[in-house]
């Protein structure tokens, strides 16, 4: 069964420097990765995904993640951070059935940007 | 125009009753899922449809039964509720369920059952 590790429950940082939240995967055959972002009381918001091709991926909100198939991880990362980034993030992979795709998804880190 | 909405935001509840979440899209997608997020934030697939036609249930409590009258909705009924089922469910959608395609969530629905 596909699977995504998040190893870090929360993450702290000062606005302006560079963040990363981490995530790795285990999955059999090609992965299809995601990233959403919750916000207090709010669905889930669609950052970005991997699919094939470049191993950079850009998404909403100037965020991007690098995929690293020898490592098997998947970091979100954003080179200046926003207070109003601080949410709960999640990175999810597709377990896929024909026309009946799921996602798993990991536990979630809290990122905190603190000005 | 909201993409995905679900009704009711909030829902108070005794144990043992009966209650339905509905959710609609208006995004012209084929695929529609149910998730359940429990107090720790983790979140569970519990059922997609496709087409009217369900694709996962994912060993879920036959107290829930999904129902898509049409590909545009996906409303979920739950039976004789239990303390356990306290939790915020999110309905969600996608073009046509395949591996690649990403999902839109809906805002929620906070179930309380006291």
């Known amino acids: 069964a596909q699977s995504v590790a998040q190893p870090e429950d929360q993450v702290n940082v000062a606005e302006g420097n560079p963040l990363t939240v981490k995530c790795t995967y285990s999955?059999?055959?090609?992965?299809?990765l995601f990233w959403y972002v919750q916000y207090p009381n709010r669905g889930l918001q669609f950052l970005l995904k991997y699919i094939t091709g470049d191993n950079l991926v850009k998404g909403s909100y100037g965020f991007e993640a690098e995929f690293n198939k020898s490592q098997t991880s998947f970091h979100l990362k954003k080179p200046s951070a926003l207070v109003s980034d601080s949410a709960l993030y999640f990175c999810a992979v597709s377990d896929s059935m024909e026309y009946g795709n799921k996602l798993v998804f990991g536990a979630g880190t809290i990122l905190r940007v603190k000005s | 125009d909201t993409a995905v909405s679900q009704t009711p935001k909030y829902l108070v509840t005794q144990m043992g009753n009966d209650k339905s979440i509905k959710c609609e899209q208006n995004?012209?997608?084929?695929?529609m899922y149910w998730y359940k997020q429990d107090s720790k934030k983790f979140l569970k697939i519990m059922f997609s449809y496709n087409n009217k036609e369900l694709i996962i249930n994912e060993t879920v409590p036959n107290r829930f039964s999904p129902k898509s009258p049409d590909k545009a909705h996906l409303n979920l009924h739950i039976n004789s509720l239990e303390l356990g089922d306290s939790a915020v469910y999110f309905c969600a959608s996608s073009p046509l369920g395949l591996a690649g395609d990403e999902q839109y969530f809906g805002p929620g629905t906070r179930l309380t059952v006291t």
């Open positions: 995004l012209g997608h084929d695929t």
């Open positions: 999955v059999s055959g090609n992965p299809y």
